[in-house]
C-alpha cells in the first residue's frame, strides 16, 4: 500500500507540476467536439430559434421535445448527427496518441519541458506509438471480444436462474472483473508507451516485452494505483452530474455548460494520473541504472627529454580597431 | 305405478328447487374474504329459462357486487384441467353450454384454438417475421418456441362423437396451415333460443411466453389457453384467426375453472376462488368461479409473495390480490397504490367496477408476460430495478387495469377495432396518470428529465401519421409500429383533441355515457361516435371521417410574422427620432401567416402578441391552404401561435405551430451543451482506453 502511495503520489505530483497539459487536452477536445456537433447545433437552431416548442427544453428538460425534435426530418437522421460526432471523437483518439510522447518527456522530467522538446518527443514517438496501437488494439480487441463472450454465457446461465438478482449481480461481478482485466492489459501498454518514449526505444517489441514483463512484477501496486485513479473518475464523472441536476438552474444554460465543462475537464485528471504512475513506476523499475564508473586514474608521467626548439618572441597580435563610422 | 313416480318426480323437484334457493343465497352473501366451496356446475336449477334437457346458462353473482347478472350470458364454460409444469402442457376437459341467442338455428361453430399461432407456419409466426413484432421476432425457429391446441375428441350432447366433423379453417388469409380457428359442422341445427353443450378433450402445449401467454423458467401464464366458441355478432360468426396484432373477441357468460397444479405453486386466476383442495398426488387443486366475464386466465409460480386488500367499490367490496416476484416485493405498495387510484377514477369518471376480485400479477423477469389484461386478472410489468421518478409500474398496471373497462366490460371486437379498447383504453390512461402523476410527469420525473404520457402517445402516432386509418382491422395494418402508433397513440391523441372541439366536460359526459349504455355488450365503432354526438348535440363527422375513418395527416404552421412602418419609406427620420428618445409613434404593417401543410383540415385558433402586450385571437376554419392576417399598430408583432391552448394533439409538427420574429437561440444552446458533454465524454472514454 505504501508501494501505491508512493506511485500515486508521485504520479500525482507530476501531474500537478504539468497542469498545462490537462488544459490543452481538454481544450483539445472541446475543440473537436464543437465541430464534431455543429451538425446537430445547426439543425437544431433552424428548427427550435423561431418556435415556441423549445420553451419546454429551457425550463425543465421534457424529453418528448426532444424525441420530437429528433424525429423531425428536416432535422436529419440521427446518423448525420452522430457520425461527426464519433469521427472527432477518433481525431480525439489519434491526437492524444501523437501529443502523449511529450506529456511522458514532460512527466520524467524535473524541469518544465522546453515546448521544442515536447514536440520532437511527439514526432520522434509518432509512428511508434502508432505501432503500439496497433498492437494494443489487436491484443485488446481479442481479450475484449473473449471476456465478453464469457460474459454473455454466464449472463445466459445466470438468466436461467429462478433468482432475479443473480443476473444483475453476475453482470455487475462480470463487468467489474473484465475492467480489472483490461486495466491490466491498459497498464502492460502503458508501460509500454512511457518505456518506447523513455527510453527512445526505436524497437517497440522490446518495450511491449518489458511492459509486460513488468506489468507483471509490479502487478499489485499498478493495477492498485489505477483503481483508485479510476475510482476518482467515477466520483468526478458522478459528482459533476450531482452538481449539475442540483445546483445548476434549468434555465441557465451557460452555468450549465461551465459544469459540464469542469466535470470534463477534471475527468481528464484520472487518466493523466494514471500515465504517470506509469511514468513512475518506469523510473523506480524500469529505467537502466546508471553504473557508477571508477574515474581512471591518472598515471604519473615521467619526464622525458623532449627537444625544444627556441623561437623568437613573435610580434604581439593587435587587434584591429573597430572601422570609424562616419557621421554625425 | 304412476301415482309413485309422481311423487318420486315431486320430492326430486322440490330438492332440486330448495338447492337452488340456498345456492342462490349462498352466492349472494358470500363474504368477500373468505368465499365458501361453492359448487356452481351447469345445472338448471339457478336458470331462468332452462331447457327441457335441463341444460341452461347459470345465473349466478357469486363473482359479482350484484344481486343479479350483469350481461346476457351467452356461454357456460366449465373447465377441469390439469397443468403439468415439467412439460408446460394442460390436459382438460370442458363443458360448454352455448345458448343460441342468434335469432336464428345454426348449423355449425368456429372455435379459437389460439395456442396454435405458435408454429412456424402458422399465421401469427408468419406475421411477425413480417411485421415485425411487441414479443419474440422469430428471427430463428427454437423448439420452446412451439405451442399447440389439440383437440382430443369433442363431443356435441344429443348427437354424438364430432370430432372427426372437426375442419382448420383460415377465414383471415386462407393460409392452410394455420390451425388458429377450427369449425364443427352439428348434425342437427341448433334452434333459436335453444341450448347446446360440446364436451371437449383437449390438450394444450405452451410455448416460452410469448404474446403475454406461456411459460418461463417455472413460471406460466395460462392465457387463452383452451378452445373457445366464436361469436356471432352482425349475423354472422366472428372468428379470426390468431394474428401477431391481433387480440380477443368472445362472449360473456359464466366460467367454472379447477386447475390442477403441482402444490407448492401459488395460483392466481380470473374471477373468484371458491375451493383449494389437496391431492394424493402431490397437487392441489383450485376452483374458480366468474361470472359476466368473457375469457378466463391463470398463473402459477412457487415464488409468488402473496399481498392482499380490500378496497371498497361504488358497488361493494373488491378483494385485491398482487402476486409479486420475491425481488419486487418492495414495489407491492406502489402497485396497490395505483390500482387504488385508478379504480377511484375509474368509478368517478365512468362507472362502477362489479367484480368482486381484481387479481394483479407481477410477472416473471424477462417473460414476454408483462402487460396484459385478462377479465378481472391482469398483468403488470417491472424490475428488481425501478427507481420511484420513472413510472413504468404505475404506466403498465394502470393501463391493464383499464382494460377491465375497455375490453373487459365494453367488449369490443379486438380483432377489427382494435383502437376501441387499445386506443380508448390509452386515452383514459393519459386522463387518469394526468391526474396522479402529472401532466408533463406521468412517464418521467428523475434527474431533472421529465416525460408525460400524453406527448409519448402523440409522439407514436406522429412517426406512423400517415400509414394506416384507426377504423381498420388489427391484422391489415402494414406493420406492427403501425399498428402500435395508431391503434394506441393515434386515438388518444385524437380523443384528446376531441376533448378541445367538444370541451373536457363534455367529453367526460360522453365517455361515461358510452360506458354505461355499452358496458356487457360487443358496441361498434358507430356506438361510440354516435353517443359522443348524442352527448355534445354536435355533427362531428366531419372530425370522425377524417381523425377515425382516414388516415389524412394534420400539419399547421406560422409561415412567417413580420412587421415594418407603414411610412417605411421615412425610416431614417424615424431613426432619427428613436435617437433623441422620443416617443415612438411609428404606426406597423404586421403580417401573419398561416398554412395548412397537410390534408386534414380543422379550424384553429391563433394568438397573435405585440410588442406593446396586445395579444389577437384568430379563429381560422382552415378550409383554404393558406390564411394572411394582416394589422395596422404602433406596435410590431412579437409572435404568433397555433393552438395556443395547447387542445390539438394530432398536429404532427408543434415546432412550426408557432413563430417568433427575434430569434431564441436557448433551446438549441442547452441542448447543445448536452450533446456537446455527451460527445466529449465518449471521445475520452475511448482515448482512455485505446491510447
Known amino acids: ?328 | 305405478m304412476q301415482i309413485r313416480w309422481k311423487m318420486v318426480l315431486l320430492i326430486a323437484a322440490l330438492a332440486l328447487g330448495l338447492t337452488a334457493i340456498m345456492n342462490r343465497k349462498t352466492a349472494t352473501a358470500a363474504p368477500q374474504a373468505a368465499a365458501p366451496a361453492v359448487k356452481t356446475a351447469p345445472s338448471a336449477k339457478n336458470a331462468k329459462d332452462a331447457a327441457p334437457g335441463g341444460v341452461s346458462i347459470p345465473d349466478t353473482t357469486l363473482a359479482i357486487n350484484s344481486d343479479k347478472p350483469m350481461s346476457e350470458r351467452v356461454v357456460h364454460y366449465e373447465i377441469d384441467a390439469k397443468y403439468d409444469a415439467g412439460k408446460h402442457t394442460v390436459d382438460a376437459t370442458e363443458v360448454l353450454t352455448y345458448h343460441n341467442l342468434t335469432g336464428q338455428a345454426l348449423d355449425h361453430f368456429p372455435f379459437h384454438l389460439y395456442q396454435n399461432a405458435f408454429q412456424p407456419k402458422a399465421t401469427f409466426v408468419r406475421d411477425a417475421k413480417l411485421m415485425g413484432s411487441r414479443d419474440t421476432g422469430y428471427a430463428k425457429w427454437e423448439d420452446k418456441y412451439y405451442g399447440s391446441e389439440e383437440i382430443k375428441s369433442l363431443e356435441v350432447i344429443g348427437q354424438g362423437d364430432l370430432t372427426s366433423q372437426l375442419q382448420y379453417i383460415a377465414p383471415d388469409d386462407g393460409n392452410q396451415d394455420d390451425k388458429t380457428v377450427v369449425d364443427l359442422h352439428v348434425a342437427k341445427p341448433i334452434a333459436p333460443g335453444a341450448y347446446v353443450q360440446f364436451k371437449i378433450a383437449f390438450q394444450t402445449k405452451f410455448p416460452e411466453t410469448q404474446a403475454r401467454s406461456g411459460w418461463k423458467r417455472d413460471f406460466v401464464l395460462g392465457g387463452q389457453w383452451f378452445p373457445k366458441v366464436g361469436v356471432w355478432w352482425h349475423g354472422a360468426w366472428n372468428c379470426h384467426q390468431y394474428h401477431n396484432t391481433t387480440e380477443f373477441f368472445a362472449d360473456f357468460g359464466v366460467y367454472d375453472v379447477k386447475l390442477t397444479v403441482p402444490a407448492y405453486e401459488v395460483v392466481g386466476a380470473s374471477g373468484l376462488q371458491v375451493d383449494e383442495k389437496s391431492n394424493p398426488d402431490n397437487t392441489k387443486t383450485v376452483t374458480y368461479h366468474g361470472d359476466d366475464i368473457h375469457d378466463f386466465a391463470w398463473t402459477a409460480s412457487p415464488r409468488y409473495k402473496v399481498r392482499e386488500s380490500v378496497y371498497q367499490s361504488q358497488m361493494g367490496p373488491i378483494k385485491l390480490r398482487f402476486l409479486m416476484q420475491p425481488a419486487h416485493w418492495s414495489q407491492a405498495e406502489r402497485h396497490e397504490k395505483i390500482i387504488r387510484e385508478t379504480l377511484d377514477r375509474f368509478e368517478k369518471w365512468y362507472g362502477p367496477y362489479p367484480y368482486k376480485t381484481l387479481t394483479v400479477v407481477d410477472p416473471e423477469p424477462d417473460s414476454a408476460a408483462g402487460g396484459m389484461e385478462y377479465p378481472t386478472f391482469i398483468t403488470g410489468d417491472s424490475s428488481w430495478f425501478m427507481p420511484d421518478g420513472f413510472h413504468l409500474v404505475e404506466l403498465v398496471v394502470e393501463h391493464e387495469f383499464g382494460h377491465q373497462y375497455w375490453y373487459g366490460m365494453v367488449a369490443t371486437n379486438e380483432f377489427e377495432d382494435a383502437w376501441m379498447d387499445e386506443g380508448i383504453n390509452s386515452y383514459t390512461e393519459v386522463k387518469v396518470l394526468d391526474s396522479i402523476l402529472g401532466k408533463n410527469t406521468s412517464i418521467m420525473n428523475m434527474a431533472g428529465a421529465t416525460l408525460g404520457e400524453r406527448e409519448a402517445q402523440r409522439g407514436s402516432y406522429i412517426s406512423v401519421a400517415d400509414r394506416d386509418p384507426m377504423a381498420q382491422k388489427a391484422y391489415d395494418y402494414y406493420n406492427s409500429n403501425s399498428y402500435g402508433g395508431i391503434t394506441y397513440g393515434k386515438t388518444a391523441s385524437v380523443l384528446l383533441t376531441l376533448e378541445g372541439i367538444i370541451g373536457e366536460d363534455t367529453m367526460a359526459k360522453a365517455m361515461h355515457a358510452y360506458f354505461m349504455k355499452y358496458r356487457f355488450t360487443h358496441p361498434t365503432k358507430e356506438d361510440f361516435l354516435k353517443t359522443i354526438e348524442e352527448v355534445c348535440g354536435k355533427d362531428l363527422r366531419w372530425y370522425f371521417n377524417q381523425a377515425v375513418y382516414g388516415s389524412p395527416v394534420m400539419d399547421y404552421e406560422v409561415l412567417n410574422a413580420e412587421s415594418f412602418p407603414v411610412n417605411w419609406y421615412e425610416e431614417k427620420k424615424e431613426q432619427k427620432n428613436d435617437k433623441k428618445g422620443a416617443k415612438d409613434d411609428t404606426v406597423y404593417q404586421s403580417f401573419v401567416a398561416l398554412h395548412r401543410k397537410e390534408d386534414f383540415v380543422m379550424p384553429v385558433e391563433v394568438e397573435i402578441k405585440f410588442d406593446n402586450g396586445e395579444k389577437v385571437r384568430e379563429h381560422w376554419d382552415g378550409q383554404s391552404r393558406w390564411i394572411r392576417y394582416s394589422y395596422q399598430k404602433k406596435a410590431k408583432v412579437v409572435s404568433a401561435e397555433l393552438d395556443p391552448d395547447h387542445t390539438v394533439q394530432i398536429d404532427r409538427n408543434d415546432f412550426n405551430n408557432s413563430f417568433v420574429v427575434e430569434a431564441n437561440p436557448k433551446p438549441t444552446y442547452k441542448l447543445s451543451t448536452y450533446w456537446l458533454f455527451v460527445t466529449q465524454w465518449v471521445s475520452q472514454a475511448l482515448a482512455w482506453w485505446a491510447v
Request: glycine fraction near 10%; proline fraction near 7%; include cysteine.
Open chain 1, 1 to 328: 500500500m505504501s508501494g501505491n502511495r508512493g506511485l500515486l503520489s508521485s504520479g500525482l505530483g507530476m501531474v500537478g507540476r504539468n497542469k498545462r497539459y490537462i488544459f490543452w487536452f481538454w481544450l483539445l477536445n472541446l475543440t473537436l467536439a464543437e465541430f464534431g456537433t455543429s451538425a446537430f447545433r445547426k439543425s437544431a437552431h433552424a428548427i427550435l430559434d423561431h418556435s415556441l416548442g423549445g420553451e419546454r427544453l429551457v425550463h425543465g428538460f421534457d424529453l418528448s421535445v426532444m424525441a420530437n425534435l429528433f424525429v423531425r426530418p428536416e432535422f436529419g437522421p440521427m446518423a448525420a448527427m452522430t457520425t461527426p460526432a464519433l469521427y472527432f471523437g477518433f481525431l480525439f483518439l489519434l491526437a492524444t496518441a501523437l501529443f502523449l510522447p511529450g506529456v511522458f518527456q514532460g512527466y520524467a522530467s524535473t524541469y518544465r519541458l522546453p515546448r521544442e522538446d515536447f514536440f520532437r518527443a511527439c514526432g520522434q514517438n509518432l509512428w511508434r506509438f502508432i505501432r503500439l496501437m496497433i498492437v494494443a488494439g489487436i491484443v485488446m480487441g481479442i481479450a475484449t471480444g473473449a471476456l465478453f463472450g464469457l460474459h454473455g454465457v454466464l449472463e445466459r446461465k445466470a438468466a436461467e436462474s429462478t433468482n432475479e438478482l443473480l443476473l444483475p449481480e453476475v453482470r455487475f461481478v462480470g463487468l467489474f472483473v473484465i475492467f480489472l482485466i483490461m486495466t491490466g492489459f491498459r497498464i502492460w501498454f502503458d508501460l509500454a508507451e512511457t518505456d518506447v518514449v523513455l527510453s527512445d526505444q526505436r524497437a517497440v517489441r522490446k518495450s511491449i516485452w518489458a511492459g509486460l514483463r513488468h506489468s507483471f512484477r509490479g502487478l499489485g501496486r499498478l493495477l492498485g494505483s489505477y483503481v483508485v485513479a479510476t475510482i476518482v473518475a467515477a466520483i468526478i464523472l458522478v459528482g459533476g452530474l450531482w452538481m449539475w441536476m442540483k445546483i445548476v438552474p434549468p434555465e441557465s444554460v451557460l452555468g450549465a455548460f461551465l459544469v459540464a465543462q469542469l466535470t470534463l475537464l477534471f475527468l481528464l485528471i484520472p487518466r493523466f494520473w494514471q500515465r504517470g504512475v506509469a511514468v513512475s513506476y518506469w523510473q523506480q523499475r524500469m529505467m537502466v541504472p546508471v553504473v557508477p564508473v571508477r574515474p581512471i586514474e591518472p598515471r604519473p608521467i615521467e619526464p622525458q627529454a623532449v627537444a625544444v626548439a627556441v623561437v623568437p618572441d613573435p610580434a604581439p597580435v593587435v587587434p584591429n580597431p573597430p572601422p570609424t563610422t562616419q557621421g554625425s
